[in-house]
């Protein structure tokens, strides 16, 4: 069932909560990268995957940002929501952190990646618009308009 109608930033957004293993674990003792970029590239699936109501595909990682490390038992907390819409595209912001035995967060990572719906056909599809709601969110909606042409751009020119 298809349903285009718009959509708050709310209505998809997501939080996943991770305790470090030693299997997620680096030579160095922190959290491996290629274990959080798998976790990240879930959670965008499952936001974008909420928002269209359907199946979606990974088009880019637009922008990953590896702040801070995560050691083991450590308490990961993952974030995600849907920061700007495109035709049958979405853009969606995962903000990952590690807490504290106090439930105080520190950021680790942020990453954006453009998710693209598809049909039972195999075919892109469209999306749900977006209503934006906070100067916040607003601010994010700008942010992925700049990011959209940036994108386009690269393309011409083969990157």
């Keep these: 069932m298809e349903n285009k109608e718009a959509r708050t930033v709310e209505y998809s957004q997501t939080e996943t909560v991770h305790s470090l293993r030693p299997t997620d674990i680096n030579g160095y003792g922190r959290l491996f990268g290629g274990q959080l970029m798998q976790w990240i590239d879930e959670m965008a699936g499952i936001v974008s995957r909420r928002h269209c109501n359907g199946q979606v595909t990974t088009a880019s990682v ?21 920061t700007y819409v495109g035709r049958t595209s979405m853009e969606v912001r995962v903000d990952t952190y590690k807490e504290d035995d106090h439930g105080m967060r520190t950021m680790i990572n942020h990453a954006y990646l453009v998710m693209v719906s598809i049909g039972d056909d195999g075919k892109a599809m469209e999306v749900p618009g977006l209503i934006v709601r906070t100067e916040a969110e607003q601010a994010e909606w700008e942010g992925g308009e700049k990011r959209y042409a940036l994108r386009k751009e690269r393309r011409k020119e083969g990157y």
């Excluded at 637009?62 to 929501?81: E, P, S, T």
């Design 62 to 82: 637009d922008n990953l940002v590896f702040k801070k490390g995560a050691y083991i038992n450590q308490i990961i907390v993952m974030i995600g929501r849907v």
